[in-house]
């Protein structure tokens, strides 16, 4: 499967913004996806995770209430909207698909795609 993030971009501090994570190339409800954000020189970090069927979802508990993922396998998409934008949120956002893992560990999502930058202004 091939991903495609988009939807980054500079936006003020309490504001809201909607990544998108396109998918082709395979059965899209086949797999779990993630999103993951990487700031300026820190570790990748875990944001949250929609299962295969859309019917789970699992958030990093420092995010719950600000970050939701729906899930739309009928347009082979998943999205991350955040609410509630913090200078803090400025990183690569990415979306990472996985055929049998659902979850928090980043290093067992198989499948990513470039990432889309968020930037924050205060």
């Known amino acids: 499967v091939q991903l495609q993030a988009y939807g980054g971009g500079l936006v003020q501090a309490g504001g809201s913004l909607r990544l998108s994570c396109a998918a082709s190339g395979r059965t899209f409800s086949d797999y779990a996806v993630g999103w993951i954000r990487q700031a300026p020189g820190k570790e990748r970090e875990f944001l949250a995770a929609i299962s295969w069927s859309g019917g789970s979802r699992y958030y990093a508990d420092s995010l719950k209430g600000r970050f939701t993922i729906p899930r739309d396998n009928a347009l082979n998409t998943v999205y991350l909207q955040i609410n509630s934008l913090k200078p803090e949120d400025t990183a690569v956002y990415y979306c990472?698909?996985?055929?049998?893992?659902?979850?928090?560990?980043?290093?067992?999502?198989?499948?990513w795609g470039p990432g889309t930058l968020v930037t924050v202004s205060s």
């Open positions: 990472a698909a996985d055929r049998s893992y659902y979850g928090d560990r980043i290093a067992s999502y198989a499948y």
